[in-house]
């Protein structure tokens, strides 16, 4: 099983709005990441998360706030979005704490988010 | 700091010719390299990783450590091989994994 499973998968949210993107993995996967993807563009890394832990930070706005409550999901909560955030975000994850997976990402079908 | 380039955007290929996607990298380390795919409204996947060394859909993919490339080859294109590809790179320590800008392919009939 190689699924990452993202909801929803469809969102639009205003400006002064308060959302939340939830990732869920059942590989036992260590790191777990957040992509945002524009069209026709490579994904950007956001943020990762090791053990649980925030360990990558791309300098992103504070209106975006992940949340890792266990190992297996992964939250990215929204406020206060401007209309250019609106995008693809990809929830993926890798790595397997007996290094099984090496470091192979896998990808969920992300969320199309659009900010009006 | 680390970097994959991929230098052309666009590619256009027949049907049954060869294909080449060039990707090229710079990291201050021994990083482990990818090649993923993005069918049209699908989601991002692996296509095939250079420790692994195997053929996947008929591509292949080698490390050249001294011209620090990881080129993805078919020989024979299919229609269906029309896609996004993306070179990826993750560093020694696994947690970064960066994204080079992306091969358009269209495979003409």
């Known amino acids: 099983d190689t699924e990452v499973t993202q909801t929803p998968k469809h969102l639009v949210m205003g400006m002064t709005n308060k959302k939340s993107l939830k990732c869920e993995q059942h590989?036992?996967?260590?790191?777990m990441y957040w992509y945002k993807q524009k069209a026709k563009k490579p994904p950007e890394l956001m943020f990762v998360y090791s053990y649980e832990k925030l360990s990558i930070n791309e300098s992103v706005p504070s209106r975006f706030s992940p949340e890792c409550p266990n190992s297996s999901l992964l939250n990215l909560h929204l406020h206060a979005l401007q209309p250019e955030d609106s995008a693809l975000y990809l929830c993926?994850?890798?790595?397997?704490?007996?290094?099984?997976?090496?470091?192979?990402?896998?990808f969920g079908e992300g969320s199309w988010l659009t900010v009006v | 700091a680390q970097r994959v380039t991929q230098p052309e955007k666009l590619l256009s290929v027949f049907k049954g010719a060869p294909v080449e996607l060039k990707c090229n990298y710079s990291y201050s380390g021994s990083p482990e390299l990818f090649w993923y795919v993005q069918y049209s409204r699908q989601r991002l996947q692996l296509l095939l990783r250079h420790i692994s060394r195997e053929s996947i859909k008929g591509f292949t993919a080698d490390l050249n450590k001294g011209e620090t490339s990881f080129h993805l080859k078919k020989p024979f294109a299919q229609e269906e091989d029309s896609a996004m590809y993306y070179c990826a790179l993750s560093g020694q320590a696994g947690n970064q994994f960066y994204f080079g800008t992306g091969t358009s392919l269209t495979v003409i009939p």
């Open positions: 993926a994850s890798s790595r397997k704490p007996d290094g099984s997976s090496g470091n192979t990402i896998y």
């Open positions: 590989m036992g996967h260590r790191a």
